[in-house]
């Protein structure tokens, strides 16, 4: 077995904070300020460092920010505005609220006859050549960079074979993002796209004609971990000279390229 990452990984909101006394520990909630729910899976982190969590599904979350008091702490999640905090500047029962994020959609027009479709990606189904989560920490985010034949590109399925299944059902995030420098920078996904992988299951196929994801070059796509569960050790057939790995730590690190080995990921698409 292969692992070639240890670490591996619209409306207002108000999120209500509360600090331990020796202020390293952050807890808070982030609730919808229209309705009043609870808001589960929103990016928690200290940018640019390996310090992040997920809320869970009660919107609730707890950080350590490790005596950190000069580091920015951003909180995002799609369908609203990131908003961005210098983590020393807070008091207890400190309320903020993020602003929604109005995203106009692309509009696509299908013409059949002219249209083309592709696998595009890695097809490898490979159980001996595999990459993937050796933990479970929150927010923990693996993928590859999936270049396209024509612009646009409209994607249509996705695709991740898995050469070793978890222990329990584990619930996950699919993004895609456009590719800057080499690794990812905005995400093309409008929605949240949430994957569950099953105990024995063996590929993932996600429709995604519902979330009209469009490309207009190579982009990157990638999983993430977004659910505490005895779902260590989660691992994607992967194949040689195929790579990198495109990966970060947690919500809000930075993004790291990781060895040569490509992930079993690949999209059904049109152009």
């Known amino acids: 077995m292969i692992s070639v990452y240890k670490k591996l990984i619209p409306c207002a909101v ?78 207890s029962g400190k309320v903020v609220s993020l602003q929604p994020d109005v995203v106009n959609l692309k509009e696509v027009k299908v013409k059949p006859k002219k249209w083309k479709t592709a696998l595009l990606g890695n097809q490898t189904s490979s159980k001996s050549g595999n990459a993937g989560f050796t933990s479970n920490k929150l927010g923990n985010e693996i993928g590859t960079i999936i270049k396209i034949k024509k612009s646009p590109t409209l994607i249509k399925k996705f695709y991740a074979n898995v050469a070793t ?21 905005q995400l093309l996904n409008t929605q949240n796209i949430f994957v569950t992988l ?9 429709d995604l004609e519902p979330y009209n994801i469009v490309a207009e070059d190579k982009f990157v796509v990638t999983l993430e971990w977004i659910e505490n569960a005895r779902g260590q050790g989660v691992h994607f057939s992967a194949s040689f000279f195929k790579g990198p790995i495109i990966a970060r730590e947690t919500s809000q690190a930075g993004w790291e390229k990781v060895g040569m080995f490509g992930l079993g990921f690949y999209v059904l698409a049109e152009y």
């Open 14 to 91: 108000g999120l209500l904070f509360a600090f331990t006394a020796n202020a390293q520990v952050v807890e808070g909630t982030i609730k919808d300020a229209k309705t009043g729910e609870t808001l589960p899976y929103v990016n928690v982190g200290i940018v640019g460092k390996g310090i992040g969590t997920v809320t869970n599904v009660d919107g609730k979350f707890k950080l350590d920010l490790k005596g950190s008091t000069a580091d920015t702490l951003k909180l995002s999640m799609i369908g609203y505005k990131s908003q961005a905090f210098i983590t020393g500047s807070y008091s």
């Open 198 to 206: 099953k105990k024995d299951q063996e590929q993932v196929v996600i």
């Open 165 to 185: 299944a978890p222990r329990d059902s584990v619930k996950m995030r699919l993004n895609f993002y456009s590719v800057k420098d080499g690794l990812p920078d």
